[in-house]
């Protein structure tokens, strides 16, 4: 049984910075890739961030140059660090993680999820 666990969400004022943390836990399985998704209500969930256990990364146009991904292979645990904090980034944001050795944007690529952590900010 895998858990990933997400914590750091919360309420903020535009412009603002927050840091996401997701920790995997469990035994007998490997994930190579991890994730951050969001859904915002009315809308499709999306790819925010990915990266692989080597470091290689992917990133939404939407967030680059504002939202860096980052990750502690020997604590299994994913780390959002977002900051000039737009609206438009409320959200529900959602860990994923999953074998594959790519930081996939396509979530059928990722087998474990988060139960997810409320981001909002405020205008």
């Known amino acids: 049984q895998v858990q990933l666990v997400e914590s750091g969400g919360g309420l903020v004022q535009a412009g603002g910075s927050l840091r996401l943390s997701c920790a995997a836990s469990?035994?007998?399985?490997?994930?190579?890739?991890m994730g951050w998704y969001r859904q915002a209500p009315g809308k499709q969930r999306e790819l925010v961030a990915a990266?692989?256990?080597?470091?290689?990364?992917n990133r939404a146009d939407s967030v680059k140059g504002r939202f860096t991904i980052s990750r502690d292979n020997a604590k299994n645990t994913v780390y959002l660090q977002m900051n000039s904090l737009k609206p438009e980034d409320t959200a529900v944001y959602y860990c994923?993680?999953?074998?594959?050795?790519?930081?996939?944007?396509?979530?059928?690529?990722?087998?474990?999820w988060g139960q997810g952590t409320q981001v909002t900010v405020s205008s």
């Open positions: 469990g035994s007998g399985f490997a994930i190579n890739a």
């Open positions: 994923a993680g999953g074998s594959v050795n790519w930081p996939s944007s396509r979530q059928p690529d990722y087998d474990y």
């Open positions: 990266i692989t256990s080597g470091g290689a990364t």
